[in-house]
Structures are given as C-alpha cells and as structure tokens.
C-alpha cells in the first residue's frame, strides 16, 4: 500500500489484463496543477504531448462543446490530465488531429471519461476515432453502489466531499479567450476525474466487478458508433406507427434518411429541418404538394420552401420504394397480456439489484425485459437475449427464465 494525497490506495490496479499504477499520482498537486494548466493551441504542441501521453497508462479526458442548433457539437476546449499535469487542448487553431487520434485508439493508454456518450460522439466526428480501450466513471459508480446515472457533480460530492461549481457549464465555449472561471472550471474535472478512477478502481475489485465495468463501457462506445452511423433504422424508433401500411412506412423511412442526411450536410439540428411529430403529421396528412405542408403545425416557412419539394418527393416515391426496398417492419408493442411478465421480471431484477447492490436500472433494463419476452411470443420458449448474456446472467439469468416459466405454467 503507498500513502497518497493522505489516503492510503493500492500502488497499483488491474483494469482487464493492464496494471494501472498510481504511485506516480500526487493529487494535491494535481489540484494546484489544474489552476495553472498547460495550454496547447499549435499543431506542434499537441504532437509533443500526445507522444508524452502515449507512455502513461492513464489519462483523464473532458471536453467542452456547443450544440444548440447543430446537428454536431463545435468543440471548444478538450481537456486531458495525467499524473503530473492539466491540460487543455484549443481546438480551434488546430486542423491536424492524427497524434490525438492516435493516443484515442493507443490499446496501452486507457481513457477515463465521465457520462462519455456525447464526447465519443465527438471524437467520432471530428477527430475519425473512439477511445479505446475507455473507463466511464458514471457507469463504474452504478456498479460501485454509488448511484445510477450519476451527474458529475454529484460523483464529486458523493466521492470527494467537493462541491463542483457547474456554473460554466453552458457558456460560450467557443469565445476567446476563455475566462478565467471557464479555465479552472473544465481543468478540475479532469483533476477530479483522475481521484475518483483510482477510488472506483479500488472498489470494483473489492467487490469483483472490473471486467463488469469493461464489458459495459465497451458496450456504450459500440452503441454510440452504431447510433451514429445507421441512419437507415431510425424510423423503427415512432413505435406509434408500428401498424401503418407498408407504403406509409416506406416514407417514413426515406423520410426519416432524407432528414438524418440533410441534417448532417448543413449541420443542424434534426428539429431545425423536421420534427419528428411534424414527421408523424406529413405521414398521417399525407400532402400532395409542396403548399399543403403549410398545414403541418410548426413547420417554419422557410423550411416549407427550401425542403417542401424533398418531402413530397418521399411520399410520390413511397410505393416504389416499397416495392423495391420493402421496409423492415416497427416492433408491435406488446400485448396486454405480457404486462404482467413485464412487472414479475421487473420485480426480480429489483431483488437481483438488492441483493448485488447494483442500480436497478443497471441490473435489468426495460428494453432487455422486453427483448426476453419477445424471445417466446409466439412459442412460449424464452431465451436470454445478447444483452442479458454478459455479466448479467449469472447473477439474474436463470431467475428470469424461471419467472417466465412460472408464469407459463398458471397460465
């Protein structure tokens, strides 16, 4: 055991098949670091220390962004720390990425990030890359017992007693120069971040839950890939247009592509081109041309004019486009009938989570309850889906398949 920052922590932890030595961390002065961090705003620096980086088994990573009206967030300061220093990156000079992109996918250093979704969204877009391998604190602190879906204040408050001042968090990030208060503000989270990992990695070896944490960052890294990059799926999202006909449903998928694909190229938001409820309203109304869209509720004039003729294309083209491409259908909800599946499974997830001291929505989703009833719909045999086949069945997959079993049987 070493003394660090008057706490006593492990030298060192295992994250997967990788030692994760913290001898090197002073966290005192990591805190004072934070108040005079490095800047790096030339393409020169940032090679300099992304190669520095590349030998440390750990960095903390933060970034921060707009995103009001774009489709993508515009990146206004990214923040990393290691054992010695803070730093904060300034995208804005800065045009090529390829050391940073390399240190994001470098298998020897892991990157720590906290409720990562939308910084890996970015990294993707931006900077072509991922983290890998990635350590999420707010999913860690579910499975530490800490809370689920943990803001980062309240990680801060629950693990070092700290209360984070977020009143930056929605200034212009973009301005410059930074302030000041903007300054401190984004280099203690990384400073922080580093604390809690070592703390998080001390207690999910107590408690035999590491390789849980990298199963379930891996999972939300993939998740965010995918969600970015199929396009062609999201219709299957309006479950209330799970029984329309097939032709309707063909337009509601181009529509939703057409959408997806325009917001992308002008970079903004998907409710700046079209709602989703004023899709639904095209789809129901069904315009014949392009001044009929003047009826659908919010729908801005200047989008009537510059999109009007793309949207009616989508509805003139549905019966083609079912005929030649027919639309994969939307998951009916399910029956009446399984709502009490869905509240006996819930009720053993809940049990399961006590008992493991684990968020409960954590332990068991509703999408995985769901996933596993659909399994046996219309056979009556019921089997794990993929999400439940990982760290979760051991501890909860054989109670769900007795519980539908039960519930068979007195049926």
């Not at 299957?236 to 190229?265: G, M």
């Not at 004019?305 to 639309?327: E, H, M, T, V, Y």
């Not at 056979?379 to 086949?389: A, I, K, V, W």
Request: aromatic content about 10%; charged content about 30%; hydrophobic content about 40%.
């Amino acid at each position: 055991m070493a003394v660090l920052w008057r706490m006593r922590w492990p030298v060192a932890a295992r994250w997967s098949d990788k030692l994760i030595d913290f001898s090197g961390y002073d966290f005192a002065k990591l805190r004072q670091a934070a108040k005079n961090p490095i800047w790096i705003d030339t393409e020169e620096q940032l090679a300099h220390y992304c190669q520095q980086w590349l030998e440390v088994p750990l960095i903390t990573l933060d970034t921060e962004f707009i995103r009001t009206s774009t489709f993508y967030a515009k990146p206004g300061l990214i923040q990393v720390a290691d054992q010695h220093s803070v730093y904060l990156i300034d995208p804005l000079p800065i045009k090529r990425w390829r050391p940073f992109r390399e240190l994001l996918e470098a298998p020897q250093v892991l990157k720590v990030l906290h409720a990562c979704g939308e910084d890996v969204e970015l990294f993707k877009h931006r900077y072509k890359a991922a983290p890998s391998p990635m350590f999420d604190t707010q999913v860690a602190a579910a499975f530490c017992g800490w809370g689920f879906s943990m803001g980062l204040q309240r990680l801060v408050k629950h693990a070092l007693d700290i209360d984070l001042d977020k009143g930056e968090t929605k200034s212009d990030w973009l301005q410059r120069p930074l302030t000041d208060n903007q300054t401190l503000y984004a280099a203690l989270d990384v400073c922080y971040l580093a604390e809690i990992v070592q703390m998080q990695f001390k207690e999910l070896e107590k408690l035999g839950r590491t390789e849980w944490v990298k199963e379930e960052c891996e999972e939300l890294v993939a998740s965010v890939i995918a969600n970015e990059a199929n396009i062609d799926d999201y219709y299957r999202r309006f479950s209330q247009l799970w029984n329309i006909p097939t032709r309707k449903l063909a337009a509601l998928r181009d529509l939703t592509i057409w959408r997806e694909r325009t917001s992308r190229l002008r970079d903004k938001a998907r409710n700046r081109i079209l709602s989703n409820h004023q899709i639904i309203d095209v789809i129901q109304q069904w315009p014949n041309k392009r001044d009929d869209l003047r009826k659908i509720e919010g729908l801005r004039s200047g989008n009537v004019w510059d999109f009007g003729n793309d949207i009616i294309r989508c509805l003139k083209n549905a019966d083609k486009s079912a005929q030649d491409n027919p639309p994969e259908p939307i998951e009916q909800p399910l029956k009446f009938k399984f709502h009490a599946h869905l509240k006996a499974l819930r009720a053993v997830g809940a049990k399961a989570a006590e008992q493991h001291n684990v968020a409960p929505e954590l332990m068991l989703r509703k999408r995985d309850i769901e996933a596993l009833i659909r399994t046996g719909v219309e056979t009556g045999h019921y089997e794990l889906p993929d999400s439940l086949c990982g760290w979760r069945k051991p501890l909860i997959g054989q109670a769900l398949l007795d519980q539908l079993a039960e519930l068979n049987e007195s049926n």
